[in-house]
């Protein structure tokens, strides 16, 4: 299979993830509001998957993909099904222990992340959830250790595909949960916790037929003399040694996150749901280019490095890269200047009301400013990690960490919950430049001809797209819309298809040969 047919497909079911979750986010807004409540349930939420984008999806997967994509280069299947065993069994142990110190420090980790929900009445909402749902992150860290797997091996479907089990998972809780809850006299909000843990069970059982027919389905060791061995195995070690650095670098990105939820928990009431709701739209693009592009990669070009193939091993860096070019920047663009049409649509339904709309496009602007780093960041650390350099990304990662925070300080007097995404966005850039730059000064990367053409091609397409959009935006009166809903929906297909064909239209008279991008 291509790396545009791999890519392709996981962006595929990448879309639709995102459609389930913006679905279950469209409910969610239009049944709870922006208050107190869905503040304390976003920060509850987040403080499992910062821990799992830390130690699940972030360390562990950027540590444990590359080593065992070279153990399978140079030891075989039988070689790599020990060192899964072997991990897998320490994983699970180790998920065992947090997950209850999690439960137990639940109001400690709600204070170091919110404390500003003591003043508006979410906090103790806040500790209740998170003791609901920090289990969770058990079965979203196994995920992650199964589709590390299942990338390697280039089965890509399942893993890309489970996250549309927890978006119906919620949704259902929702629909069904929601008023079963409030019958009951219980918060109705709290059965989104049902649902985060339902959904966390349906992914990791999608993944054990997958696993099994691969002949990879780790056994998890329940002896003492089993853990020992992992323990004492030299490739696991490896993986240990490789994963605190890369901790420290995935944890400069969630402590910002974590310090920004804490800024924005005393800011207006409705902000961190605010900034949330902006995340959800910003990660269509990231998360359908970046990560799809970083997990399909990432196995290939530690497979490269470990058959020492520099010249291939840069050539997949730069077709990842002009791709990330070609789609990202008229999303930002758009991200920039059609922002409350897309808001408005989305959510301006039920109890989410004008000032939400406004709110909400306000932090999103702040995201398309740095969305080319944002998505460009999972492609250039991924350089860094098939190469077994973890710290190189860690070093930058603490000084975006530290640059984000001063520009909070500059930011946040004047533009309240924007300037927590300007200051991400901002900072987000320049931590894909130096991740640039740095794959070049190690030789790593060197890029092919024709860039400068390239990115000419791209900016006139984005111009004059960008040109449309800003008369839509203009042009019709989202917000008043809203009693007339089809006919807004209609308005937003209708302009987003034809900036689409507009792009595109300008690329193909430019010269873009965008076949050639389907052949790596």
């Known amino acids: 299979m291509s790396?545009?047919?791999?890519?392709?497909?996981?962006?595929?079911?990448?879309?639709?993830s995102r459609i389930t979750g913006l679905i279950r986010d469209v409910l969610f807004s239009s049944v709870f509001g922006v208050n107190a409540l869905t503040d304390a349930y976003y920060v509850a939420f987040r403080i499992p998957n910062l821990f799992r984008r830390v130690l699940g999806e972030g360390a562990f997967s950027q540590a444990f993909v590359p080593v065992l994509a070279a153990c399978k280069t140079e030891e075989g299947d039988a070689g790599a099904k020990n060192l899964v065993d072997h991990v897998g069994t320490l994983l699970t142990w180790t998920l065992v222990v947090l997950c209850i110190a999690g439960v137990i420090g639940a109001p400690l980790m709600v204070w170091a992340m919110a404390s500003g929900l003591q003043k508006s009445g979410g906090f103790d909402g806040a500790v209740v959830m998170t003791r609901w749902m920090f289990p969770y992150i058990g079965f979203m860290s196994l995920v992650a250790l199964a589709g590390g797997i299942l990338n390697t091996w280039r089965k890509f479907v399942v893993p890309a595909a489970s996250p549309v089990l927890l978006n119906v998972a919620l949704i259902t809780s929702i629909v069904i949960g929601a008023p079963l809850f409030q019958r009951w006299g219980i918060e109705p909000i709290y059965a989104q916790c049902v649902g985060v843990m339902v959904g966390g069970v349906l992914q990791l059982?999608?993944?054990?037929?997958?696993?099994?027919?691969i002949g990879m389905l780790p056994r998890i060791g329940v002896r003492i003399s089993a853990i020992r061995a992992a323990l004492t195995d030299p490739t696991t070690l490896k993986i240990l040694k490789l994963m605190l650095p890369a901790m420290i670098?995935?944890?400069?990105?969630?402590?910002?996150?974590?310090i920004n939820t804490q800024i924005a928990s005393h800011l207006?009431?409705?902000?961190?749901?605010?900034?949330?709701n902006a995340d959800r739209l910003m990660e269509f693009p990231s998360a359908m280019l970046g990560v799809a592009l970083g997990v399909v990669l990432m196995p290939q070009l530690a497979s490269a490095r470990a058959a020492k193939d520099e010249t291939r091993f840069s050539a997949m860096l730069d077709w990842g890269l002009r791709l990330i070019v070609l789609l990202t920047v008229p999303c930002a663009l758009a991200?920039?200047?059609?922002?409350?049409p897309l808001v408005a649509v989305l959510f301006h339904n039920g109890a989410f009301d004008d000032a939400s709309v406004l709110r909400t496009a306000e932090a999103l602007v702040g995201y398309g400013t740095g969305l080319l780093g944002i998505v460009s960041i999972k492609v250039l650390a991924a350089g860094f990690y098939a190469r077994h350099d973890m710290r190189t990304p860690m070093r930058i990662s603490l000084?975006?960490?530290?640059?984000?925070?001063?520009?909070?300080?500059?930011?946040?007097?004047?533009?309240q919950h924007a300037g927590l995404t300007l200051s991400i966005g901002i900072a987000q850039l320049v931590n894909a430049t130096l991740l640039l730059v740095m794959l070049r000064r190690v030789g790593s990367y060197k890029p092919a001809a024709g860039w400068w053409l390239f990115i000419a091609q791209v900016m006139a397409g984005t111009l004059l797209m960008g040109a449309l959009l800003v008369w839509a935006n203009g042009h019709f009166d989202w917000i008043a819309l809203r009693e007339h809903r089809l006919l807004r929906i209609g308005l937003l297909a209708a302009v987003i298809a034809g900036?689409?064909?507009?792009?595109?239209?300008?690329?193909a008279l430019a010269g873009v040969k965008l076949r050639s991008f389907m052949r790596r």
């Open 3 to 16: 790396l545009f047919k791999s890519a392709s497909t996981v962006s595929l079911l990448t879309l639709a």
């Open 205 to 213: 059982a999608l993944q054990i037929p997958a696993l099994m027919k």
């Open 249 to 258: 670098g995935v944890s400069g990105a969630q402590i910002s996150l974590l």
């Open 268 to 276: 207006a009431e409705g902000s961190v749901t605010w900034i949330t």
């Open 335 to 340: 991200l920039l200047v059609f922002a409350k």
């Open 399 to 415: 000084g975006t960490l530290v640059l984000t925070q001063l520009l909070n300080i500059a930011l946040v007097p004047y533009l």
């Open 499 to 507: 900036a689409g064909v507009l792009y595109f239209g300008v690329l």
